[in-house]
């Protein structure tokens, strides 16, 4: 929820909430980005560059002495999450190359797990898929009875309306037990510097969303991933677990 003063006009997006970033991201939004994660009641917590940051390091925290080097700057939040998304540009050589071995590592697994659940439970073949986010199951039936039954986490989805892919330890939408254990794909984003695992929402293709599905597959040893349709675009869940109803 939002008041008035919260808001403001965009000259490009016209009315919405104001956001806090640093001159030098505003500047240039394609370096790391230094900010606490979001939360439902701070969706677009306050940012600011590397260079800032030794600043705030030196105090501690942002005070008389420091705060005139961020010279913070209000900014949208769709101009904030469109320069963040950015920010998964801002890569080392020597990480781009660790993160392309890895992809490719989590790719062949996955694709070896995908192979080994569609033998053993013909997901494809049943008749409907529902998610419950209260249980936390996923259940495949044919005609009203349950076939195959799978405990899920949720990973993320493609938006095919704004082309972004959303972190679900990001979307406040769905409930804790559900988005809770991605949060370990996100703490392996921080300690191997992969912008693609610690920026909540980037844009992003089908692609991009079977690649993190991979990498969270490996991560959560999980057995597989199912992507299911949504209205605007796709929902990627990990499976564990998975068992015939009867």
């Not at 799978?150 to 939408?173: C, K, R």
Request: proline share 4%; charged share 25%; hydrophobic share 35%.
């Amino acid at each position: 929820m939002t008041n008035d003063e919260d808001t403001i006009q965009c000259t490009e997006h016209g009315e919405a909430t104001a956001t806090f970033i640093c001159e030098h991201l505003v500047a240039n939004p394609q370096q790391r980005w230094y900010c606490d994660y979001p939360s439902e009641d701070n969706p677009w917590p306050d940012a600011w560059c590397g260079e800032c940051d030794a600043e705030f390091e030196k105090e501690g925290e942002w005070n008389e002495k420091n705060e005139c080097a961020a010279n913070i700057k209000i900014v949208c939040n769709y101009c904030y999450e469109s320069g963040h998304a950015s920010s998964i540009e801002a890569v080392e050589k020597k990480v781009a190359d660790s993160w392309k071995q890895m992809l490719t590592e989590c790719h062949q697994q996955l694709s070896a797990k995908q192979e080994l659940l569609k033998n053993q439970f013909s997901l494809s073949r049943h008749k409907r898929w529902d998610y419950d986010q209260e249980t936390g199951l996923l259940t495949f039936s044919n005609d009203g009875i349950p076939a195959v039954i799978a405990n899920i986490e949720m990973i993320g989805s493609i938006s095919s309306i704004t082309d972004t892919w959303l972190w679900s330890w990001a979307n406040f939408h769905f409930l804790p037990n559900v988005r809770t254990r991605i949060v370990a794909v996100r703490d392996l984003g921080e300690a191997s510097d992969f912008p693609r695992l610690t920026v909540p929402k980037w844009y992003a293709d089908t692609v991009d969303g079977w690649e993190m599905s991979a990498i969270a597959t490996h991560v959560l040893d999980a057995q597989g991933v199912y992507r299911a349709p949504t209205d605007n675009g796709f929902l990627f869940m990990a499976m564990s677990d998975l068992r015939f109803a009867t």
